[in-house]
């Protein structure tokens, strides 16, 4: 399979082995581009994996212990209980991937794992302040605050 974007070309290949136990797939390039980058961590989230950045070194963070993820002035920063990082994914594509991990699009900004989720409040204008298990509070805008209590069965 050849794929084209931007006058360069990416080779799909793909060898079906009936006798393999444990799948394995092999990047072969020149050099490792910001689309390789990509790529690698969108395989790592299918690992239940997300790799993340602290004080210029590489996490490997565990997908369950992420408690929410904000994109704020073009970066997408990874909230666990603890500790801050960032990611250079873009949040839309976080959510795609981790929409069946229990990730729920709060606002237009956030993305939350509805099992950190502590408590509900309603705020004005139909907006909700969500407060998690690690103390931090968020709002879900009022755009997604009727699934948010539909998915935590609260309506």
Not at 109 to 126: E, G
Request: with cysteine; net charge positive.
């Amino acid at each position: 399979m050849l794929l084209r974007k931007r006058g360069t070309a990416l080779k799909i290949s793909i060898n079906v082995e009936p006798g393999i136990k444990d799948n394995q797939v092999s990047i072969l390039c020149g050099s490792i581009t910001p689309e390789i980058e990509k790529l690698i961590a969108m395989m790592r989230i299918l690992d239940r994996q997300l790799a993340a950045v602290k004080d210029g070194e590489t996490y490997l963070l565990e997908v369950s212990r992420i408690v929410y993820i904000e994109s704020v002035d073009r970066k997408t920063f990874v909230y666990t209980q603890n500790d801050c990082f960032e990611s250079r994914l873009k949040l839309y594509e976080l959510e795609e991937a981790l929409c069946e991990c229990g990730f729920f699009r709060a606002s237009k900004s956030c993305i939350v794992q509805l099992k950190y989720i502590k408590s509900l409040r309603s705020d004005i204008d139909r907006k909700i302040r969500v407060t998690l298990e690690n103390g931090e509070q968020i709002m879900v805008s009022r755009q997604y605050a009727d699934e948010l209590k539909r998915k935590l069965g609260v309506m």
